[in-house]
């Protein structure tokens, strides 16, 4: 059992935007909607029941170490676990679980037994990918009936309200994700199904790119659409024509994004299982069909200790963090039996980081630069490694996944793990905020900002390690932050020192290239995916979009997503001296900005 000797705080340091969003969403209320709970009480109330996963393989003693540890971990903010861990751990619903994928066959009652489960998983507080690439395309002979076939797009609008229906347990929208393969008839038609604003509200929507695909954009030269129940190729297409239309319609309102099949399943650890088809909503967990996933976050910014990283403080907290993320696969309830079974078979956990961008400001490396870019790698493959120990660990004190055998790691020069993968960078959206820290990955998104969420509560927030910064080199003043507010960039600010601008650059203020060149550092050392947005000025064009997939693909990634500032009315975030109608966009969130806010 790993133990940190560290203080535990008698009452957490939150901040006032922290406190409002576990009152809305997080804590216990009566029925009266009176709070039955602080914060120090929901995360005690967490830890406990996490913690009774001990008693399985030890004894009592066990399960109150691992309390104290699990509750010191999280009441410094050091780790934090996905939203419904802390939502319902320990409460009636027990699903802990973020992350879901269910099947879609080409079966009309099978379909419409996905949009039961689907409800079923939102009421529970989870979000839900789907493969629509098996469904006929429109206008295709339906044999029972002899009629004409309406194609995946009019099934996705039947999830869509589906989900719009129902509320995750009271605290939250559903969330969805739709992927098509590329090479399925329906595919450009797909790729224009939310250019009608509010069209797909709770859906986000990417593309199924293949090696074979991404060779013939490349190449120029015709590809071949296939209808997948029969097999048959029903014509063939310039490949450019569909990326283009990609990148036309990314370029328009966000979506599609770009997923890489080939890519994904070259890290399938359970290839016998079958291939991974989708992703959870925001792009960053792979899954099998019926198939879930723990999230949890090390938040960053508290691993440095006099302006270095804490490696031994980190190695501690990660190892920890394994555990409780294992332990969650045994006291979630999951609201399917097949999902038990799968999520019990492989025991997948994606443990990554938030507060990136805060920990280089805190080490004085510029986001945009190369020097960002050998922090991201060193980070990520110090946890990637530190995660795959600890799993081993818990292999052999509990034994490894029951999957395992058939799987990439059944041979004899691999270690046991206890988990078939263990890292993911999610897009830490409500998490953050908690944490008071950057999101994910993702570059600071402004140095003073309102945040749109909670049923339209705007939480106004001005960049923490900006003030103190500000006040330790003698350049803080009373409106100080009216005049970044105003600024097209903290470089322009006057007063603010040279070597102090280039530290806070923001989200719009990073060329489109180091965001790709970032989310590929975190994904070299990743198992499963990473989620990220590359933002783009209100003045770039699709072919811009088009090479940001390109450079995606040719860096590793699998998968990726582009937001144009004030491509659509809602965003998740704003800048404060922007009228309503010209909000920014929301790298922070998640990568879309229909779908903000999950995890």
């Known amino acids: 059992m790993p133990v940190i000797q560290a203080e535990i705080p008698a009452k957490m340091d939150l901040t006032d935007n922290a406190r409002l969003v576990l009152a809305r969403r997080y804590l216990k209320k009566d029925d009266r909607g009176e709070l039955l709970e602080a914060a120090e ?66 079966d009309i009652e099978k379909i419409f037994d996905a949009i039961k489960y689907a409800a079923i998983i939102h009421k529970s507080g989870g979000g839900t990918g789907f493969s629509f690439s098996r469904i006929r395309p429109s206008g295709d002979l339906v044999e029972s009936s002899r009629g004409k076939a309406s194609g995946p797009i009019s099934f996705m609008k039947v999830f869509n309200y589906a989900t719009g229906a129902i509320s995750q347990g009271g605290f939250r929208r559903g969330a969805n994700m739709a992927i098509l393969r590329c090479d399925h008839p329906d595919v450009e038609l797909f790729c224009r199904a939310k250019a009608v604003e509010g069209e797909l509200d709770n859906f986000n929507i990417s593309v199924g790119c293949t090696h074979a695909f991404m060779e013939a954009v490349k190449a120029g030269t015709d590809f071949d659409l296939v209808n997948p129940h029969n097999g048959r190729i029903l014509r063939r297409v310039p490949a450019r024509q569909i990326w283009e239309t990609m990148a036309v319609q990314a370029h328009a309102g966000g979506d599609p994004g770009a997923i890489f099949l080939d890519r994904i399943n070259a890290d399938n650890p359970t290839p016998r299982l079958g291939p991974i088809e989708c992703t959870n909503p925001c792009g960053e967990q792979p899954l099998l069909p019926y198939e879930a996933c723990n999230l949890g976050s090390v938040n960053l910014v508290k691993m440095v200790r006099g302006g270095a990283v804490d490696w031994d403080y980190l190695r501690a907290v990660v190892r920890l963090a394994v555990r409780f993320l294992d332990n969650c696969i045994q006291q979630s309830h999951y609201p399917l039996p097949q999902i038990t079974d799968m999520v019990h078979g492989n025991r997948k956990i994606g443990l990554g980081v938030m507060g990136f961008a805060d920990l280089l400001i805190l080490l004085g490396v510029p986001y945009n630069s190369a020097k960002a870019l050998d922090v991201a790698g060193e980070i990520m493959a110090f946890i990637r490694a530190e995660a795959d120990r600890a799993s081993a660990d818990l292999a052999t004190e509990r034994g490894p996944f029951p999957n395992i055998h058939g799987s990439i790691y059944d041979r004899p020069e691999s270690p046991a793990y206890r988990n078939a993968c263990r890292t993911t960078v999610a897009p830490t959206g409500t998490l953050s905020i908690l944490a008071a820290c950057s999101s994910g990955i993702e570059p600071i998104f402004a140095l003073a900002m309102e945040r749109h969420v909670l049923d339209g509560a705007r939480l106004f927030e001005v960049h923490p390690l900006f003030e103190q910064v500000a006040r330790r080199h003698g350049f803080w003043r009373p409106d100080l932050v009216e005049q970044i507010a105003a600024a097209p960039s903290l470089a322009q600010v006057p007063g603010v020192p040279a070597d102090v601008a280039p530290l806070f650059v923001t989200a719009h203020e990073v060329d489109a290239k180091w965001h790709v060149h970032v989310q590929a550092a975190f994904q070299k050392h990743v198992d499963n995916a990473v989620s990220k947005t590359v933002n783009l000025p209100h003045d770039a064009r699709p072919e811009d979009v088009a090479e940001i997939f390109r450079m995606a693909y040719e860096t590793g990634c699998k998968g990726i997503t582009v937001f144009r500032d004030r491509c659509r009315t809602h965003q998740v975030l704003v800048r404060v001296a922007e009228p309503a109608k010209e909000v920014e966009s929301a790298p922070g969130a998640c990568n879309r900005p229909d779908a903000c806010s999950r995890f």
């Open 41 to 106: 009480d929901m995360f005690r109330r967490v830890a406990s029941n996490i913690a009774q996963a001990e008693l399985v393989w030890g004894d009592a003693h066990d399960m109150h170490v691992a309390e104290e540890q699990f509750y010191g971990v999280m009441a410094r903010l050091e780790f934090l676990p996905n939203s419904p861990t802390l939502m319902n751990a320990g409460r009636r619903l027990q699903q802990l679980a973020a992350c879901f994928v269910l099947p879609v066959p080409d």
